[in-house]
């Protein structure tokens, strides 16, 4: 089965960094993606590693490290409209797509 | 273009009762999902359809069946609904690009 571990939640200032850690298990790795949910609204695609490395889209980068089963999305210059929850998600070569918890992220004035 | 398109939004199922979640793309990805989502959760997959005329259990299938009626549509069934199934339920796509889409989600409570 695959199996995703990311924090519960995380509570920064406007303008700060805030990494996101993802550690997971899976059998057929395809890619990690990342996904931003705000409440009540349906989750929105943020950013996909496949290779090792750093994925940069403006704000946002992701990188991951096949290796250790191991990513990261970073968030920078944060702003009030980041507050929301954001979720790893393992794509295995069947084609399965499966999320983590997920993990909430406030940003404060 | 709708992009992915979920009927019903909303619904009330008394214990028992059954009923069909219907979702519909017009982006002609190839992998339809679909997702349950409890409060302060987040996404289980409860089935998905690799492409048109397959489907696959995720890790949350007992209790749905699905319907992988064409390419374009990907059904949810629950046959005799229980209030452990009350949830938001999102379908997705994906395509041959990394990028999902979801649609909008229905909110299902059973009584």
């Known amino acids: 089965g695959q199996s995703l571990e990311q924090p519960s939640e995380v509570t920064a200032v406007e303008g700060a960094i805030v990494q996101i850690n993802c550690t997971y298990q899976?059998?057929?790795?395809?890619?990690l993606s990342w996904y931003q949910q705000h409440d009540g609204g349906a989750p929105t695609f943020l950013s996909y590693?496949?290779?090792?490395g750093l994925e940069e889209t403006g704000r946002f980068s992701s990188f991951l490290s096949r290796s250790d089963s191991y990513g990261y999305l970073l968030l920078q210059e944060l702003q009030m409209k980041d507050s929301a929850s954001y979720f790893c998600?393992?794509?295995?070569?069947?084609?399965?797509?499966?999320f983590g918890a997920g993990t909430t992220v406030t940003v404060r004035a | 273009n709708a992009g992915v398109t979920q009927t019903p939004k909303f619904q009330v199922l008394k214990t028992g009762q059954s009923m069909t979640l219907q979702c519909a793309q017009d982006?002609?990805?190839?992998?339809m999902y679909w997702y349950r989502q409890d409060p302060g959760m987040g996404l289980r997959l409860i089935y998905y359809?690799?492409?048109?005329?397959?489907?696959d259990k995720g890790e949350v299938p007992n209790g749905y069946n699905v319907s992988r009626l064409n390419k374009r549509e990907f059904s949810l069934r629950l046959e005799s609904a229980a209030p452990s199934q009350t949830s938001v339920y999102f379908c997705?796509?994906?395509?041959?690009?990394?990028?999902?889409?979801f649609g909008p989600g229905t909110r299902l409570t059973v009584l």
């Open positions: 998600a393992v794509r295995s070569n069947d084609y399965k797509l499966s």
């Open positions: 359809s690799a492409s048109e005329g397959t489907t």
């Open positions: 899976t059998s057929g790795f395809y890619g």
């Open positions: 590693n496949a290779l090792d």
């Open positions: 982006m002609n990805h190839n992998s």
């Open positions: 997705a796509i994906l395509g041959g690009g990394p990028d999902g889409f």
